[in-house]
């Protein structure tokens, strides 16, 4: 069967049109290629070959070594022209390419392997129900892309003329409607049997579609089907065992759809299991058991060793590699291959790699049309008595064009070291310089479907939504009330007297620096005489504290948003913070609400804590304004319910993960500069760590990179460490005004000056959440005790948000107050302006006031 549909995209222009989302769950791409523009799609598809397949016109690429490099970064397939195919044919498998042709005469010389890139107007006469036959149009019309999906062909729709809410967006064609159009059905009701899977293929369960539930189901990016009873069915929105929507295909019949899912919650099947054929087996049981272990292993386990111990962890993966090498009857090696499984999974699930990025990674490499040579590398060979050839020298460019900024490790024969990745910026361009300084993705849009049954519920149903959430994602199974409320015992808050100091030390510290930002009087000014115009301040007056919990206790989150509340006099302060399993909060935290006089403390983490805040419960109040970082659950449900104008709720500000930017020159102390960018690193995977070296010489950036490694190794952090490194650079720079500029442009969340004359560097700094001057100002005294506060803006939103300061917890009232002097001064611009806009309420409202001083 063809595909559905193809997505024709822009790669100078990707986002226009259906989302990066949308389009990964279609699955399917279609890219035009020239010889001007070849070297960036390379790179493009390979970036996106696990969001979506790319099928690669390069009718109009010169070189057919350009065509075998588009094929090796995982293009799908390539559409030639008959004369490339004539060149092409025999070099690639014959499903990798489709051939442009004008008419059926042409299309029967082909194999049947062989796919058809045609015009729309010419299917049904070169129609093959065998082939795989692209459609592309002169003028794309919904009933022009129905009429060719009917008739088993797939059309390329420009990416800005679909859409996967018709209702929105009225003059668009519809991503469900063409999916659907080639399906059929046997049934009497028209139901389309579907069948759900998991990332795997592991098949959940059997359910059935329409096309309605399809569209539902693009739209909101979750699992939605038709119930043969209750009409549209939202998996999860009542039991909270939601699917975010991955793609959705279908069989070589074209009778049976197939949704791929991640299912979240206890599982599929309404009896709690995985799926409805029982309970998940072999590796995807073993992932899921992993998983599980990772956030609940208890302390000292063999498991919670190997998360937390690298060194064990690879010491028993060398060491069972050469125990399954040593097995020689199949019992031995099905039992010593399911041993190496286990520990290389435990490493991947350390490190947040799941078996779909596992099973991408397989899928890439089976697209490469280059093989290696496959020879065993180094001592590996040597120890097996292997004679290892001398690597062949690449043949030196012919062009005297600029090479581009190729990513270079920097110690590539030292295996298994954690090295950023480094870049020459001054050799950069532009485009090349945005794509190092790309963030890592989020993917808020793509949970917006996720988080929406579960703010629903808890809006809903309340405190018991909340207790559901707290035992199916905190796994705390006896809470029996989502609120701790004060006076808080002391047994709650039993702490050792050197964190109570340490706590203690760091409140005063951040209440003084907050103190200091207040406005003592109201501004005052007389515009004209009579007319006196005030601004005044006044604190929000219920603030929800969110403080995170996951990976880390975070009590310093806490006093960075306590203590301003506290400070600007807020009415009514409430935290927010996952319950552990045994259903308590942590005491630091208590002790941290305690201080600042937090009323209660809501026990719930992610959106289900955020859409209580904003909507309350029976439990928990109501409040104006929700602060604090998350994960991207919570800002997912942050922006959902701050959009809800019946919330009447807004947040600090927009958030993504931690990342911190140092400067360093040759004065820099390379420990110093290591331990900054780890920590930092440390954070979580999705963190972001960037150095840029101001003029360093091979050597010194050697010394930094080995600093980097031999601290990485010693920190129990140290898998999250090397997740958040893998996309984590070093931009070299000329001078220090390079430096800044390419900071300016990043916008990060925490800057770092390790420099000479740093406080002099500062007054070049535009864009920073937070700056840190010179080499005894760590990150970390920020983050703590300093009084500078750590919620700050990231991703890039440092070019417009501040970091949360006092401001963040006031407002600003303004009052206007005239004399009857003041009136007649101002009343005749007043009335001349309401009658230039037709507001004649306003302007009589002036003019009555007038004519009544005229007559006293």
């Given amino acids: 069967m063809a595909l559905p549909l193809l997505a024709a995209i822009e790669i100078s222009s990707d986002e226009k049109g259906l989302s990066s989302a949308d389009l990964s769950r279609l699955g399917h791409a279609y890219l035009e290629i020239t010889d001007n523009n070849a070297n960036d799609a390379v790179h493009y598809i390979f970036n996106n070959f696990a969001a979506y397949h790319t099928v690669a016109n390069v009718t109009a690429v010169s070189d057919n070594a350009v065509i075998a490099e588009i094929l090796n970064a995982g293009a799908a397939r390539a559409v030639v022209t008959l004369e490339q195919y004539a060149a092409l044919k025999g070099a690639f498998a014959d499903a990798r390419l489709a051939v442009q042709v004008a008419n059926a005469a042409e299309a029967k010389e082909l194999p049947k392997a062989v796919g058809l890139f045609v015009d729309a107007a010419v299917v049904a006469e070169v129609k093959e129900k065998e082939r795989c036959i692209l459609a592309s149009f ?35 064609i519809p991503v469900a409607a063409i999916v659907t159009a080639k399906i059929t059905s046997d049934r009497e009701d028209g139901l389309l049997t579907t069948i759900v899977v998991d990332e795997q293929g592991v098949a959940l369960g059997l359910v059935y579609s329409s096309p309605e539930s399809v569209k539902e189901s693009f739209r909101t990016g979750t699992g939605v089907y038709q119930s043969r009873k209750r009409g549209l069915w939202y998996k999860g929105a009542t039991s909270g065992a939601v699917q975010e929507l991955v793609r959705i295909d279908a069989d070589c019949d074209g009778d049976c759809l197939r949704f791929f899912v991640r299912q979240k919650g206890a599982g599929f099947c309404h009896l709690d299991t995985a799926t409805c054929f029982g309970p998940h087996r072999g590796i995807s049981k073993l992932s899921a058991t992993l998983l599980d272990r990772k956030a609940n292993a208890p302390a000292g386990s063999y498991t919670a060793r190997l998360f937390s111990d690298s060194k064990l962890l690879r010491a028993k993966i060398m060491e069972e590699a050469e125990e399954l090498c040593d097995a020689t009857t199949p019992r031995d090696i099905a039992f010593e291959a399911a041993d190496l499984i286990y520990f290389a999974l435990t490493k991947c699930v350390s490190a947040g790699v799941s078996l779909a990025d596992i099973e991408a990674s397989l899928d890439a490499k089976s697209y490469k049309v280059k093989r290696r040579q496959g020879d065993a590398k180094g001592k590996w060979a040597e120890k097996e008595g292997i004679a290892v050839a001398k690597p062949v020298e690449e043949p030196k460019p012919t062009t005297d064009a600029p090479a ?18 480094r870049f020459d910026a001054s050799t950069a361009t532009e485009k090349e310089l945005d794509d190092i300084l790309r963030r890592p993705a989020q993917k808020t849009n793509d949970i917006m479907g996720i988080v929406g049954p579960i703010v629903s519920d808890v809006r809903a149903r309340g405190d018991q939504a909340l207790l559901d959430f707290a035992a199916k994602f905190d796994k705390a199974t006896t809470l029996k009330s989502p609120v701790l409320k004060a006076p808080y015992a002391p047994e709650l808050m039993a702490l050792d007297e050197e964190t109570i100091a340490a706590i203690d030390i760091s409140f005063e510290n951040i209440r003084k620096f907050h103190a200091a930002q207040k406005e003592d009087k109201p501004t005052v000014v007389e515009t004209m005489p009579g007319v006196k115009c005030s601004r005044f301040v006044r604190p929000i007056e219920r ?23 506290l400070v600007a006099g807020c009415k009514k302060i409430v935290f927010a913070s996952p319950p552990r399993p045994d259903g308590t909060c942590t005491p630091e935290i208590v002790y941290v609400a305690h ?52 919330a009447g709720v807004s947040i600090d500000m927009p958030a993504g993960p931690s990342e911190v930017l140092v400067i360093a020159d040759s004065d820099a102390n390379p420990a110093f500069v290591a331990s900054d960018l ?96 010179g080499a005894w100002t760590p990150e970390s005294v920020g983050d703590y005790s300093a009084g500078v506060n750590h919620s700050l803006p990231t991703y890039g939103y440092a070019r417009q948000y501040s970091g949360v300061n006092l401001g963040t917890y006031v407002k600003h009232v303004t009052s206007s107050e005239l004399t009857e002097e003041g009136l007649r001064n101002v009343g005749a611009a007043v009335m001349r302006l309401a009658h230039v806009e037709q507001l004649e309420a306003h302007r009589r409202a002036v003019e009555i006031r007038l004519e009544h001083a005229d007559r006293k």
């Fill in 138 to 172: 002169k003028s794309v019309s919904i009933d022009s892309a129905l009429e060719v999906a009917k008739l088993g062909a797939t059309p390329i729709i420009p990416r800005d003329q679909l859409t996967v809410d018709p209702e929105a967006n009225p003059g668009l």
């Fill in 404 to 421: 581009p900024a190729v990513a270079t490790p920097a110690a590539p024969n030292d295996e298994g070291r954690i090295v950023m990745k």
């Fill in 595 to 646: 201080k600042v006089g937090a009323e209660c403390i809501v026990l719930a983490g992610g959106a289900q804590a955020v859409a209580a805040l904003a909507y309350g419960t029976e439990s928990v109040p109501k409040v104006d304004k929700i602060l604090g970082p998350g994960n991207q659950f919570v800002t997912a449900g942050k922006m959902l319910v701050s959009n809800d104008t019946s």
């Fill in 678 to 773: 780890l920590s930092q690193a440390e954070h979580g995977v999705d963190s972001q760590v960037i150095l840029v070296a101001v003029d360093l010489t091979e050597e010194q950036l050697k010394r930094i990179e080995d600093e980097v490694h031999d601290q990485a190794v010693k920190l129990p952090r140290v898998e999250i460490v090397k997740g958040a490194i893998a996309h984590s650079v070093t931009l070299q720079a000329k001078t220090i005004e390079e430096a800044v500029r390419l900071s300016n442009v990043y916008a990060p969340e925490h800057l770092i000056l390790q420099v000479r004359d740093a406080a002099k560097v500062v007054d070049m700094v535009e864009h920073a959440g937070s700056i840190f001057v």
């Fill in 543 to 565: 603030v929800g504290c969110y403080i995170p919990g996951g990976t880390a206790v975070l009590p310093s989150t806490a006093l960075m948003l306590g203590v301003p509340a």
